[in-house]
């Protein structure tokens, strides 16, 4: 008899299905590597079944003595309900049609655990948004401003959570009130990156979160890289911002060349090691975002007449320092020696200006950089 938490994470699915498939996540032995192991023998079958896949890794794990015992099962099951998750299954009610897309020859994975309003990812257009967790001030404000165009035009904004250009997506699309998707690289419960569980929360409840690993799976490198793989596939186009060479971002990049997704970079400066990532991905043929109105194109989505929206009030008695740092703030933390090579100013004046801002109740210094308050404004 299935329990009744197997028909609560369902959620209108096949709650048996359901019930193997969390015995499995909670084993700890089952990683996406294996289930991808599971399938590629499968795939000279006209259909792969996910009943099939998961009956192999039972038997393969039944074999090494790694299935969850109940208890652990159960408890495994109940942190799930406990973050508000369903679990969706490949080829079943409420998987996302884009990973059905690439399901099972591209790489979608088996199961997702989805957290979101009634358990189903925003039904619009989607651009994945990528990049450093270390951008420049420029990088940094181009993601937020790709992601909040996106919204503008009820493009959901997918991206992985990181800090750096992925938040500042995700951000740029929360503050514009659209929808946005952070897929995780670790399980529920993980507070990954540290003290950023309001950025977390604020995803969610624009779009959704999702994640392939159990409850309290904790960052290992790669658990980020098979991340990557639904990150691209849950979008139409992937746009890369910035980037190191063997970066994370072009890894998620060339993942979406593979499963037929469009493919954008940023150009930079030839020099700069950021740049590495979207330079040579626009010499293999990636498209360049020269215009951030190119991405609506691509994704054909018509124009919407935009709104002036007026710019945040400034006082009067701001020094011309702190004037001009002002609107290089954002939800990034920025580095007092960047905002010194952006306004040309010595790093000391910076930090004063930074100071005179502080009081004034417009930014704030964290351990990471200096943020603005309430920067949703630009």
């Known amino acids: 008899m299935t329990a009744g ?10 709650a048996d299905l359901v019930a193997r498939i969390v015995r499995l996540a909670a084993s700890g032995w089952v990683t996406p590597e294996r289930l991808r192991r599971a399938v590629v023998p499968l795939l000279v079958e006209a259909d792969v079944k996910a009943e099939a896949v998961v009956a192999g890794v039972e038997a393969q794990a039944d074999v090494q003595h790694r299935l969850a015992d109940p208890a652990t099962t159960e408890r495994t099951a109940r942190a799930l309900l406990s973050h508000g998750a369903v679990v969706r299954v490949a080829a079943h009610p409420g998987y996302p049609p884009r990973l059905e897309d690439a399901w099972p020859e591209l790489g979608a994975p088996l199961w997702l655990f989805v957290r ?3 358990g189903v990812l925003p039904d619009a257009p989607a651009a994945a948004v990528v990049g450093t967790r270390q951008p420049t001030l420029d990088g940094a404000r181009t993601a937020r401003e790709i992601g909040a165009l996106l919204a503008r035009h009820r493009v959901t904004v997918v991206s992985g959570m990181a800090r750096g250009i992925d938040q500042a997506a995700h951000m740029g699309a929360v503050e514009t009130g659209g929808s946005s998707v952070g897929v995780l690289g670790t399980g529920f419960g993980v507070d990954y990156p540290r003290h950023d569980g309001g950025v977390r929360d604020a995803v969610a409840a624009s ?14 490198k790669p658990g980020f890289l098979w ?8 979008a139409d186009v992937t746009v890369v911002v910035e980037g190191k060479a063997r970066s994370g971002a072009l890894h998620t990049a060339r993942m979406a060349a593979a499963q037929g997704r469009d493919v954008m970079a940023v150009p930079g400066p030839v020099r700069a090691a950021t740049s590495r990532a979207p330079l040579d991905l626009i010499r293999d043929g990636a498209q360049p975002l020269t215009r951030l109105e190119d991405l609506l194109d691509v994704l054909r989505v018509d124009p919407v007449e935009e709104v002036a929206v007026p710019a945040p009030r400034v006082p009067a008695n701001l020094g011309p320092v702190a004037t001009s740092v002002l609107p290089l703030l954002g939800a990034v933390p920025a580095a007092p020696a960047a905002l010194a090579a952006a306004t040309r100013a010595p790093v000391g004046a910076v930090m004063a200006a930074v100071a005179e801002l502080t009081r004034q109740g417009l930014a704030a210094a964290t351990p990471r950089g200096v943020v603005r308050v309430n920067a949703g404004g630009r």
């Open 5 to 14: 938490w197997a028909a609560e994470l369902a959620a209108g699915g096949d």
């Open 227 to 234: 991340r990557n793989r639904i990150i691209s596939a849950l």
């Open 116 to 118: 979101a309003s009634e």
């Open 207 to 220: 779009g959704a979160l999702v994640t392939e690993f159990a409850p309290d799976t904790p960052p290992h």
